[in-house]
């Protein structure tokens, strides 16, 4: 019963030890290390891959379970190191597919795009509106996701807060590569309204083909 009861009062240590992080004012987490929104180094500057989002609190509780999450299923620091890299990996790959998509509807309104105004200024202004959306979501992407920003430069007073800044950055570049995915999305819509509308015209003979 006593080693029971021994037991039973470490965990509660333990649990209480990790609310108390959770519940951290933003002051003592920059002091300990641990804050989501610090670059790392000796000065303590804002990193502004960290600016904005969900407030320190709640987003470094949400780090601090999906790091010990992935400790225990994977079963050592490095494996969580080589885990977090492929997903960078796959972050940056998924961008690379939005500059081909965005690079191919630019090329095509540069041979076509003249065509498609003379349909009207409804064509006109949603083709302009859609290759702003397209540049719009590419510029996104290049600010947020394909600056180069090594890990391990990420690193913070010990190593859990260093894989904490990590996640977190790997959130910030995903929220960019989602936003700039949703601008070409919203960009190819309204390229494709302006062809619609240029073939519409031009199946009522009221502006030529070719």
Same mark, same amino acid.
Request: aromatic share 10%; charged share 20%; net charge neutral.
């Given at each position: 019963?006593?080693?029971?009861?021994?037991?039973?009062?470490?965990?509660?240590?333990?649990?209480?030890?990790?609310? !108390?992080?959770?519940?951290? !004012?933003?002051?003592?987490?920059?002091?300990?290390?641990?804050?989501?929104?610090? /670059?790392?180094?000796?000065?303590?500057?804002?990193?502004?891959?960290?600016?904005?989002?969900?407030?320190?609190?709640? /987003?470094?509780?949400?780090?601090?379970?999906?790091?010990? %999450? +992935?400790?225990?299923? +994977?079963?050592?620091?490095?494996?969580?190191?080589?885990?977090?890299?492929?997903?960078?990996?796959?972050?940056?790959?998924?961008?690379?597919?939005?500059?081909?998509?965005?690079?191919?509807?630019? !090329?095509?309104?540069?041979?076509?795009?003249?065509?498609?105004?003379?349909?009207?200024?409804?064509?006109?202004?949603?083709?302009?509106?859609?290759?702003?959306?397209?540049?719009?979501?590419? %510029?996104?992407?290049?600010?947020?996701?394909?600056?180069?920003?090594?890990?391990?430069?990420?690193?913070? /007073?010990?190593?859990?807060?260093?894989?904490?800044?990590?996640?977190?950055?790997?959130?910030?570049?995903?929220?960019? %590569?989602?936003?700039? +995915?949703?601008?070409?999305?919203?960009?190819?819509?309204?390229?494709?309204?302006?062809?619609?509308?240029?073939?519409?015209?031009?199946?009522?003979?009221?502006?030529?083909?070719?």
């Amino acid at each position: 019963m006593t080693e029971q009861a021994a037991q039973h009062q470490a965990e509660r240590k333990r649990e209480t030890a990790n609310e !108390s992080t959770c519940r951290l !004012s933003p002051e003592a987490g920059d002091h300990a290390g641990g804050g989501a929104g610090q /670059d790392g180094s000796a000065m303590g500057q804002p990193d502004d891959y960290e600016r904005g989002g969900p407030t320190w609190r709640d /987003d470094t509780c949400g780090l601090y379970e999906e790091y010990h %999450f +992935l400790l225990q299923v +994977l079963g050592s620091e490095a494996e969580v190191w080589k885990s977090l890299q492929q997903q960078f990996g796959i972050v940056t790959q998924r961008t690379q597919m939005i500059f081909g998509v965005g690079a191919l509807a630019i !090329s095509v309104a540069g041979f076509s795009g003249h065509r498609l105004a003379a349909a009207g200024p409804f064509s006109g202004l949603t083709l302009m509106a859609g290759l702003v959306c397209i540049l719009a979501g590419l %510029f996104v992407a290049l600010y947020g996701v394909v600056r180069v920003r090594w890990m391990s430069s990420l690193r913070g /007073d010990t190593v859990e807060a260093s894989f904490l800044r990590l996640l977190a950055v790997r959130n910030r570049k995903t929220r960019y %590569f989602l936003w700039s +995915l949703k601008l070409v999305i919203v960009g190819l819509v309204l390229y494709v309204a302006a062809l619609g509308w240029f073939l519409f015209r031009a199946s009522l003979g009221l502006v030529p083909l070719v």
